[in-house]
């Protein structure tokens, strides 16, 4: 069983920076990836960013260069953070952990751009 939570979300206005952080326990392993995907208002819920667990990074288009992900494997921890916020990066940001068998979602943390 593998539990994952988030914090780090806020109000924050545009143009400021936010980190959140989502610890996981249970049956971890450093070699899966974790990632950060986010679901806006009556939006699909969309890829963020993901590390695998050899550090190799992926990120969509429209936070590339603004957002980073990483990752403390001795925390089993991954952190993000986001820099240049923009209102339309308004969402509930989900923490994932996957598996072969499996994918492993955290409750979700709130995160509010104001213009």
């Known amino acids: 069983q593998v539990q994952l939570v988030e914090s780090g979300g806020g109000l924050v206005p545009a143009g400021g920076s936010l980190r959140l952080s989502c610890a996981a326990s249970?049956?971890?392993?450093?070699?899966?990836?974790m990632g950060w995907y986010r679901q806006a208002p009556g939006k699909q819920r969309e890829l963020v960013a993901t590390i695998t667990g050899n550090a190799i990074t992926n990120y969509a288009d429209s936070v590339k260069g603004r957002f980073t992900i990483s990752r403390d494997n001795a925390k089993n921890t991954v952190y993000l953070q986001m820099n240049s916020l923009k209102p339309e990066d308004t969402a509930v940001y989900y923490c994932?952990?996957?598996?072969?068998?499996?994918?492993?979602w955290g409750q979700g943390t709130q995160v509010t751009v104001s213009s």
């Open positions: 994932n952990y996957a598996t072969v068998r499996w994918d492993y």
């Open positions: 249970g049956s971890i392993f450093a070699i899966n990836a």
